[in-house]
């Protein structure tokens, strides 16, 4: 029996303002991990604390680390023009409801 898990693709603003890309199942798990373990990456390990600013869902694995590497990819500023938009989003979300 397999189970299907989804993966997330994120992206973390960490305190000295710059943003760290993951991918993960369990994003609460990895957030946690990021900021309090030795099993954070060793990036955000120097950076804390971090906070999370961008998620997205992908179908499997493989999906999720072709966008990681996308999102890796992207100069600065777009990557702050992603995260202001999915934070401008979640904004509009919140206050629908």
Not at 1 to 22: F, H, I, P, Q
Not at 32 to 38: A, D, G, L, P, V
Request: hydrophobic share 30%; charged share 25%.
């Amino acid at each position: 029996m397999t189970t299907k898990n989804t993966w997330y693709v994120y992206l973390l603003r960490c305190n000295d303002n710059s943003l760290y890309a993951g991918i993960t199942t369990n994003i609460e798990r990895r957030l946690h991990q990021h900021n309090h373990t030795k099993l954070g990456a060793k990036y955000t390990r120097a950076k804390r604390p971090v906070t999370l600013v961008f998620i997205e869902s992908a179908a499997d694995k493989s999906t999720a680390s072709k966008r990681e590497y996308q999102l890796k990819k992207l100069t600065k500023i777009k990557k702050e023009q992603l995260v202001s938009t999915y934070l401008s989003q979640q904004s509009d979300i919140n206050s629908a409801t």
